[in-house]
């Protein structure tokens, strides 16, 4: 078929709070880009650097606003700034059904909930990288009240740092990351635990266990929010890991190792502006890579 591509939107203004790694390497990556991008943190040293890589430190903001806080400041960070009444309001935290509950009911269709999966066991503006979203992929909540222009917005915002967005709803997201995310930081946390009842286990500690416990490193606070804020799923998905261990090992190794081998063929696709559709990318493990003005493009895993 013949492609017709028509110009995007004019890139709104981006405004984000919170400017430690990841809302700080949001903006440092937006300003690189040319991008106007404004900014406020309660650290002045956070601000310092912010503004050094060209993000204007202001109270007031519009177009986009990012909350790029810790999961228990999301409900009041903006208390006390100016914000435009038709700014968009997104976040980027781990957790999503109670961050979108909450904010959905303070902002209602103009709240957007993200989540990039990026990021390190480092936290603060020491931690800024510009290049931290290149590659990665973005969850964009798509709930029934979610406004489509709005969510188009912040998507662009994503893409525009390089990231793929993942279309979903909160419970999918809190579901899915549950498993890849939530429970790890558990199991990391246990295997470090259970090692360390021996000095020699921890002195012949090498590449599997520096692997397997990477995580442990992470502010004990941001992961006990992220795991507290996500208990319901986060069980369900430890339960299933727990069941898993009680296959014979030769099963559970060889079923491990074909999810650790399989590459799936991609195709690519256009998916119209229209929810539903748009929901489907993300159920089929597929990803937006592109927005054009009457529908975007990505791509999913043949079955
Ligand atoms: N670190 C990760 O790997 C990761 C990955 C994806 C998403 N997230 C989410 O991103 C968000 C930020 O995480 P981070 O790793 O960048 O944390 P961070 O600690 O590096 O940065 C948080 C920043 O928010 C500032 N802040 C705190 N309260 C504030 C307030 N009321 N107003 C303005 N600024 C305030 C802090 O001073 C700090 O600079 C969290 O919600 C987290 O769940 C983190």
């Known amino acids: 078929m013949t492609s017709f591509p028509m110009p995007t939107m004019p890139a709104p203004p981006v405004a984000v709070v919170g400017l430690g790694?990841?809302?700080?390497?949001?903006?440092?990556?937006?300003?690189?880009?040319?991008?106007?991008?404004?900014?406020?943190?309660?650290?002045?040293?956070?601000?310092?650097?912010?503004?050094?890589?060209?993000?204007?430190?202001?109270?007031?903001?519009?177009?986009?606003?990012?909350?790029?806080?810790?999961?228990?400041?999301?409900?009041?960070?903006?208390?006390?700034?100016?914000?435009?009444?038709?700014?968009?309001?997104?976040?980027?935290?781990?957790?999503?059904?109670?961050?979108?509950?909450?904010?959905?009911?303070?902002?209602?269709?103009?709240?957007?909930?993200?989540?990039?999966?990026?990021?390190?066991?480092?936290?603060?503006?020491?931690?800024?990288?510009?290049?931290?979203?290149?590659?990665?992929?973005?969850?964009?909540?798509?709930?029934?009240?979610?406004?489509?222009?709005?969510?188009?917005?912040?998507?662009?915002?994503?893409?525009?740092?390089?990231?793929?967005?993942?279309?979903?709803?909160?419970?999918?997201?809190?579901?899915?990351?549950a498993a890849i995310s939530h429970v790890p930081h558990l199991l990391a946390a246990a295997l470090a635990a259970a090692a360390a009842t021996s000095p020699l286990a921890l002195a012949l500690a090498a590449g599997s266990f520096r692997d397997g416990t990477r995580v442990i490193g992470s502010d004990p606070a941001f992961v006990t929010a992220m795991v507290e804020g996500n208990a319901v799923p986060t069980a369900e998905a430890l339960a299933r890991v727990q069941a898993q261990l009680d296959r014979p090992w030769p099963e559970l190794i060889a079923a491990g190792h074909a999810v650790a081998t399989r590459q799936p063929a991609m195709r690519t696709l256009r998916v119209p502006l229209e929810r539903a559709a748009l929901l489907a990318v993300g159920r089929a493990g597929g990803a937006i890579t592109r927005r054009l003005a009457a529908f975007v493009e990505g791509w999913v895993p043949e079955r």
Do not use: Y
Request: glycine share 12%; net charge negative; hydrophobic share 50%.
């Open 21 to 177: 790694q990841l809302g700080g390497s949001l903006a440092a990556a937006l300003a690189a880009a040319g991008r106007e991008v404004s900014g406020w943190d309660v650290d002045p040293a956070a601000r310092e650097a912010a503004a050094a890589r060209g993000v204007t430190i202001t109270q007031e903001m519009g177009g986009v606003v990012v909350l790029a806080v810790p999961l228990p400041a999301m409900n009041t960070a903006l208390e006390g700034l100016t914000i435009d009444p038709d700014a968009t309001i997104t976040d980027l935290g781990s957790v999503k059904r109670p961050v979108v509950a909450s904010l959905e009911a303070a902002f209602g269709g103009r709240f957007v909930g993200g989540h990039p999966m990026c990021g390190s066991e480092r936290s603060g503006h020491t931690a800024v990288d510009p290049t931290l979203f290149t590659g990665a992929r973005w969850a964009l909540c798509l709930e029934p009240g979610t406004e489509l222009p709005r969510w188009l917005r912040v998507a662009e915002v994503a893409l525009a740092v390089g990231a793929e967005v993942v279309p979903v709803t909160a419970v999918e997201h809190d579901d899915a990351v």
